[in-house]
């Protein structure tokens, strides 16, 4: 079974910086696409940056210039630095990733989510 689990979120003041860690774990064949959403309250999750393929990073207008996502394949990692920040990143943070998992002697393609973690930003 593919579990995704987030951590590094916590309370931090403005202008401040925060490292998220999502780790990927299960009979995972291949990650193909992994990103960072986030949803604050009352509100609907929104797209926050993404790695689609290889070295290609996106990001949210809101965030660009300060966040960085990266990924190690390797140790099956995704991150998000996160500095900057701003009473608006307040949300709970979540992983995603878009890969190839056995079950059995098959693969398939699934889109996995994690559980979350909350970054709140204030003074």
């Known amino acids: 079974q593919v579990q995704l689990v987030e951590s590094g979120g916590g309370l931090v003041q403005p202008g401040g910086s925060l490292r998220l860690s999502c780790a990927a774990s299960?009979?995972?064949?291949?990650?193909?696409?992994t990103g960072w959403f986030r949803q604050a309250p009352g509100k609907q999750r929104e797209y926050v940056a993404s790695?689609?393929?290889?070295?290609?990073?996106n990001y949210a207008d809101s965030v660009k210039g300060r966040f960085t996502i990266s990924r190690d394949n390797a140790e099956k990692m995704v991150y998000l630095q996160m500095s900057g920040l701003k009473p608006e990143d307040t949300a709970v943070y979540y992983c995603?990733?878009?890969?190839?998992?056995?079950?059995?002697?098959?693969?398939?393609?699934?889109?996995?989510w994690g559980q979350g973690t909350q970054v709140t930003v204030s003074s």
């Open positions: 995603n990733a878009r890969l190839l998992y056995y079950s059995g002697t098959q693969r398939y393609t699934g889109d996995f």
């Open positions: 299960g009979n995972i064949f291949r990650i193909n696409a």
């Open positions: 790695i689609p393929s290889g070295d290609i990073t």
